[in-house]
Nanobody
Framework: VQLQASGGGLVQAGGSLRLSCTAS????????MGWFRQAPGKEREFVAA????????YYEDNVGGRFTISRDYDKNTVYLQMNSLKPTDTAVYYC??????????????????????WGQGTQVTVSS
């Protein structure tokens, strides 16, 4: 599965952005899709994920209440609505695809290693 992410950009603190990520094909093995981010000099970290069939969302603590993840099942697309953005949200955001057949199936959806497909990343810059 190939993933195409879009929607990043430059925004002032307190502003909003919506990221989109579309999978190249529909697959019945999709367990979840998620968003991770990586700031310069830091490790990649979990942001949010949504289970594909049930649509159950999960969030990293620092973004809960500001970010909303959703998916359009028919369009094979996952969205990340980001509100009340802070300079600390500046990072490259990556969407990711996780299969039911992942060898790391027992991992939490927050674990990057459990995702087999990754998008190219989209830059989000929040100015103060």
């Amino acid at each position: 599965v190939q993933l195409q992410a879009s929607g990043g950009g430059l925004v002032q603190a307190g502003g909003s952005l919506r990221l989109s990520c579309t999978a190249s094909k529909r697959t019945g093995s999709t367990f979840a899709m998620g968003w991770f981010r990586q700031a310069p000099g830091k490790e990649r970290e979990f942001v949010a994920a949504v289970t594909w069939r049930a649509g159950v969302p999960y969030y990293e603590d620092n973004v809960g209440g500001r970010f909303t993840i959703s998916r359009d099942y028919d369009k094979n697309t996952v969205y990340l609505q980001m509100n009340s953005l802070k300079p600390t949200d500046t990072a490259v955001y990556y969407c990711a695809w996780r299969s039911y057949t992942s060898v790391y199936n027992s991992d939490s959806v927050s674990k990057a290693r459990s995702y087999a497909g990754w998008g190219q990343g989209t830059q989000v810059t929040v100015s103060s």
